[in-house]
C-alpha cells in the first residue's frame, strides 16, 4: 500500500513554525499540539504555553505551564509563563509566587521583576510594588517606565519627596513627559513650594493644552498667588 509518510516531529515544527511567522497562531498551535502528541518536549511545551496566553487562553496557558514545571521545577520560563497566565486570571498571589520564583532562578530577568512590581502594585502592597521596581531599576537603571511606577505608587502614599524623585527620573530621559510634570506640580504643592509647583503645571499645560486638571491646578495657584503676593 503506498502513500506519503506521517510528518514526524521535526517536520510538524518547521510547519508551525512557519504559520506562526505568517500570522496564522491558531493554525501554528495546533500543529504544536499534534507534535506535542508524538513527542512531549519541554520546550515545545513551554512555546505553546506562551502562544495560549499571547492570545489569551489562560486555562490552556496554566495547563501547558504546568506541564512544563512538573518537567523542570527551575526552568525560569515556565514560571514566568505561569505567572503571567495567572496574573491576567486575576490570581495575584499566585502570580507573585510565580514571579519571585523567576527572580531568584534568574535575578537578571527584568520583565520579570516588572510584573512582579504591578502584581504587589494591583494588590494593594505599595511598599512591596515600588521596592520591586527599585530592584529592577538596580539591574536596568534605564528601564524609564519602572520608575513612572515608583512614582505613581508614591503617588498613593502621599510620598512627595519620592514622587519628585521618581519622576524626576523620567523627566531625565523624556523632558516632554506631560504626566511626569503634573505629578511633580502635585508633590511640590504638597510640600508647599508654590513656584516649582506653578512651573510644572505650567510646563504641563503647554505639553497638553487640554488637560484640564493640569490647567484648573495652574490657574488656581497663580490666583493664590496673586492674593498672597
Known sequence: ???EAAPNVEELLERAGTLERAGHVWRAIEVYETALRLEERTEILLHVGNLYN??????????????????????PGGHYGLGLAYYRSARVQDAIRCFERVVTLDPGWVTARYWLGLAHYHRGDLDQAIAAF?????????????????GTAAAQKCDSDLMLLAFGKVLERN?????????????????????????SFRM??????????????LRALEEMRMRFS
Open 1 to 3: 500500500m503506498s502513500g
Open 54 to 75: 499571547d492570545v489569551g487562553r489562560l486555562d490552556e496557558a496554566i495547563r501547558a505551564h504546568g506541564h512544563v514545571l512538573e518537567r523542570s521545577p527551575d526552568l
Open 134 to 150: 527599585r530592584a529592577l531599576l538596580d539591574v536596568s537603571p534605564g528601564f524609564t517606565i519602572a520608575w513612572y511606577n515608583v
Open 175 to 199: 523632558p516632554r513627559s506631560q504626566v511626569a510634570h503634573y505629578h511633580c506640580g502635585v508633590a511640590h504643592f504638597r510640600k508647599g513650594n508654590l513656584d516649582e509647583a506653578i512651573a
Open 204 to 217: 504641563a499645560v503647554e505639553i497638553n493644552p487640554e488637560d484640564r486638571k493640569s490647567t484648573e491646578n
